[in-house]
């Protein structure tokens, strides 16, 4: 069996610690965000359907905006913006 690769990257400043593998959506709830951005209306948003289709999970990711949280694998050293 083999190793399980870690990676580290931030999340509104916070390090985290992910598997090799895991998307940013699972990235910033384990950094307990409070939202991954916000409406028109400032209301907090978050992943709904986890296929990319919703659009909710935008976030900026290594200063790119609007990146889809749910169908990005994590990198190490990834920057990821919450709004």
Do not use: F, K, W
Not at 54 to 67: F, G, K, L, M, S
Request: aromatic share 4%; net charge negative; glycine share 8%.
């Amino acid at each position: 069996m083999s190793e399980i690769q870690y990676l580290q990257l931030t999340v509104n400043g916070h390090q985290v610690s992910v598997a090799s593998g895991t998307v940013v959506a699972a990235a910033i709830a384990l950094a307990q965000a409070e939202a991954y951005r916000h409406s028109t209306q400032d209301e907090p948003r978050g992943p709904l359907c986890g296929m990319g289709i919703c659009y909710e999970c935008r976030v900026t990711i290594n200063q790119q905006a609007h990146r889809l949280s749910c169908q990005t694998l994590c990198e190490d050293g990834m920057v990821v913006t919450t709004t």
